[in-house]
């Protein structure tokens, strides 16, 4: 569901990338609070890391011509907390972005707030926490997964529907559009809801402390997350090393919908998003998760993109806690020696 440049105008994207970037503002403030917050850089990092790697994985919907991958919104923000699990997706986005020019760059404030804040800061507070707080049982679980992934895929649809008709340069009919993005997301997000389920309650299995702490049920002992750390590393090494070639190759949700939209004519926005792309080409590593001189998909590049990308988001995210980890003790300093040793 990641948005093409040719679907948003430059007002829409701006708007966007201001929304996107006040609800990182506010998610680094609400993660600096937390009082795990220095145990949960590395799990931040290598859950943003996972989700990178998961994201690649494209299964076809049968019957539809076409595909989907699980966006993992719902599932970071269960582990992690929503403002933390905001900051993996973002990273993820930002990575998948610039390096592999997935999903535009004048559409990035977009993505953003469909993929991460939908997920993140509305849909784990509103729905996922009260399903689970009081009972952290495999079956509250499940139905949280699964009512949660659903509501934040089509919330995300929904979105760029409206954002697609805000802009007005990609010439799509509103009822048409919307009238195929929601349901092929919502076939997605029960895919996604299953996923985010069995991986949930494995880790309630192992380490039910981690989804104590997350989503607001009653606190369990400290806990060590070497382990799980190592786990979910090589998981996602594995899955963005060999099972990212067996992708499929289809078009995904959104680009399945547009295509369906427009009837099968091309769809080129207007010139802000021609600019953008040119810029986003010359930036990208590898487009599409390839290197730049050989065909798309071939399985040493896809392989290999899939290391990297994993590597760099486990960079930026675990990069950023640090940061708000320095802002945040020279905050301590600061009100510790308020006349600066003087």
């Not at 966007?16 to 998610?27: I, N, P, T, W």
């Not at 989804?211 to 996602?236: E, V």
């Not at 594995?238 to 190759?249: K, Q």
Request: a positive charge; hydrophobic letters at 50%; one cysteine or more.
């Amino acid at each position: 569901m990641h948005m093409a440049d040719a679907l948003i105008s430059a007002a829409t994207g701006g708007a966007m990338y201001a929304a996107g970037g006040v609800s990182v503002a506010y998610s680094a403030v609400k993660f600096k609070r937390d009082e795990r917050f220095e145990k949960k850089i590395p799990l931040t990092a290598v859950s943003g890391a996972f989700v990178f790697a998961a994201q690649m994985i494209n299964f076809a919907i049968p019957g539809t011509g076409s595909s989907g991958h699980i966006g993992g919104g719902v599932l970071l923000a269960a582990v992690l907390g929503g403002p933390a699990a905001m900051l993996a997706l973002t990273s993820v986005l930002i990575i998948q972005c610039l390096f592999f020019a997935d999903g535009g760059l004048l559409a990035l404030g977009c993505n953003i707030v469909n993929l991460a804040v939908a997920p993140c800061l509305i849909v784990h507070p509103l729905l996922f926490k009260p399903i689970v707080k009081t009972k952290m049982s495999a079956s509250a679980i499940t139905a949280a997964s699964f009512v949660s992934s659903v509501a934040a895929l089509q919330l995300g649809a929904f979105g760029v529907v409206l954002m697609t008709t805000a802009s007005g340069v990609a010439g799509l009919p509103f009822k048409t559009f919307v009238l195929l993005m929601q349901p092929i997301h919502l076939a997605i997000g029960f895919i996604e809801g299953a996923v985010t389920a069995a991986v949930l309650c494995f880790i309630n299995k192992t380490r039910p402390e981690i989804l104590s702490d997350a989503n607001g049920a009653p606190k369990k002992n400290d806990y060590k997350l070497k382990k799980i750390l190592i786990a979910a590393a090589l998981t996602a090494l594995i899955i963005g090393g060999v099972f990212s070639v067996f992708s499929s190759a289809k078009p995904d949700g959104l680009e399945w919908a547009v295509i369906k939209t427009a009837k099968g004519e091309s769809v080129t926005g207007g010139a802000a998003a021609e600019r953008a792309s040119e810029l986003q080409d010359a930036i990208a590593i590898m487009p599409d998760y390839a290197f730049k001189n050989e065909r798309d998909g071939a399985p040493a590049g896809t392989s290999q993109a899939g290391v990297a990308g994993g590597a760099l988001t486990f960079a930026l995210a675990g990069g950023t806690g640090m940061l708000i980890s320095m802002i945040k003790r020279a905050g301590r300093r600061r009100r510790a020696d308020p006349a600066g040793g003087s």
